[in-house]
T-cell receptor
Framework: GAVVSQHPSWVICKSGTSVKIECRSLDFQATTMFWYRQFPKQSLMLMATSNEGSKATYEQGVEKDKFLINHASLTLSTLTVTSAHPEDSSFYIC?????????????FGSGTRLTVV | AQSVTQLGSHVSVSEGALVLLRCNYSSSVPPYLFWYVQYPNQGLQLLLKYTTGATLVKGINGFEAEFKKSETSFHLTKPSAHMSDAAEYFCAVSVRNFNKFYFGSGTKLNVKP
């Protein structure tokens, strides 16, 4: 079945540094991927839509200069948190959608826990 | 536009009792509906989904949900709670060809021995 791999699963970084999170579709091509953010004890909020070969589309209120998204190939999207601050600490989850209703809904990554100290 | 409302941020049941987690949605087009479970510090696991066809959907771990269009609801049930069901549950709505998911605020299920 369709699998989305997310790496790393957790990362600790110092304030002011940048962190890159990778999202890969392992056995299918994904022209579109999505990035979600989950604050502690809250729900998941869509941050941006990542489009292969073009600019990402950001949801209202998400700083595109802070959360850089690159979708350079049909199987890889990256989210870079630039100049990270403690308030960026969160759980980030990516999603991709392969073709076919049978796979729809299964393809979330396992998440990345980012802690900025 | 799509949105999801989950009634009850915390639900507590006794082991062996019925589990009922409520979800109402709003969608301007026919929705796809999902229930996910999340254990601490883990990603999302799909419990079940409704896309088309039968409105009563059975999922993993004994859970099921019924899509009721007239009530715009997709409540999650399980006849008999197990201690291992203690987790947070998210209802989500999506729309075909758009592929974005909109999540409810989540319901944390506590199962008492």
């Amino acid at each position: 079945g369709a699998v989305v791999s997310q790496h790393p699963s957790w990362v600790i970084c110092k304030s002011g540094t940048s962190v890159k999170i990778e999202c890969r579709s392992l056995d299918f091509q994904a022209t579109t991927m999505f990035w979600y953010r989950q604050f502690p004890k809250q729900s998941l909020m869509l941050m941006a839509t990542s489009n292969e070969g073009s600019k990402a589309t950001y949801e209202q209120g998400v700083e595109k200069d802070k959360f850089l998204i690159n979708h350079a190939s049909l199987t890889l999207s990256t989210l870079t948190v630039t100049s990270a601050h403690p308030e960026d600490s969160s759980f980030y989850i990516c999603s991709a959608v392969p073709g076919g209703l049978a796979n729809y809904g299964y393809t979330f990554g396992s998440g990345t826990r980012l802690t900025v100290v | 536009a799509q949105s999801v409302t989950q009634l009850g941020s915390h639900v507590s049941v006794s082991e062996g009792a019925l589990v009922l987690l409520r979800c109402n949605y709003s969608s301007s087009v026919p929705p796809y509906l999902f229930w996910y479970v999340q254990y601490p510090n883990q990603g999302l696991q799909l419990l079940l989904k409704y896309t088309t066809g039968a409105t009563l959907v059975k999922g993993i771990n004994g859970f099921e949900a019924e899509f009721k269009k007239s009530e715009t609801s997709f409540h999650l049930t399980k006849p008999s709670a197990h201690m291992s069901d203690a987790a947070e549950y998210f209802c989500a709505v999506s729309v075909r060809n758009f592929n974005k998911f909109y999540f409810g605020s989540g319901t944390k299920l506590n199962v008492k021995p």
